[in-house]
């Protein structure tokens, strides 16, 4: 991966944990946890666990979908630099043959 899916992918941690411990004190402001059993505190925190990991996977796989259409619609000339498009055979700048991406 490169540096920037990194920078972004342990941001989406911090912020999922942030998430979580905010919910929990929220929860536990609220005071309804010494009065609840057990059960329907695994229950609930399921509930707010499920969704938030979902989400987190949900913008992780936008995030690798992103960057993989970034860089093949930025298709640069190995010879020269110049920006190409994607279905171009040659570079029309130098006349380099492009290897097309798989
Ligand atoms: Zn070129």
């Keep these: 991966m490169k540096r920037a ?6 941001a989406l941690v911090v912020i999922g944990l942030l998430l979580l411990s905010f919910a929990g004190s929220s929860m536990g402001s609220m005071g ?3 009065v609840m059993p057990v059960g329907m505190r695994l229950s609930m925190m ?3 666990l499920l969704p938030t990991g979902l989400v987190a996977i949900a913008i992780l796989l936008i995030v690798a979908i992103a960057t993989k259409w970034f860089r093949s619609a930025k298709k640069t000339c190995e010879h020269c630099g110049q920006s190409l498009q ?8 130098c006349g380099h043959k492009v290897t097309p991406d798989v």
């Design 5 to 10: 899916e990194w920078i972004i992918a342990s």
């Design 32 to 34: 309804m946890m010494g």
């Design 46 to 48: 399921l509930m707010i």
């Design 86 to 93: 994607q279905n171009w055979r040659t570079c029309p700048y």
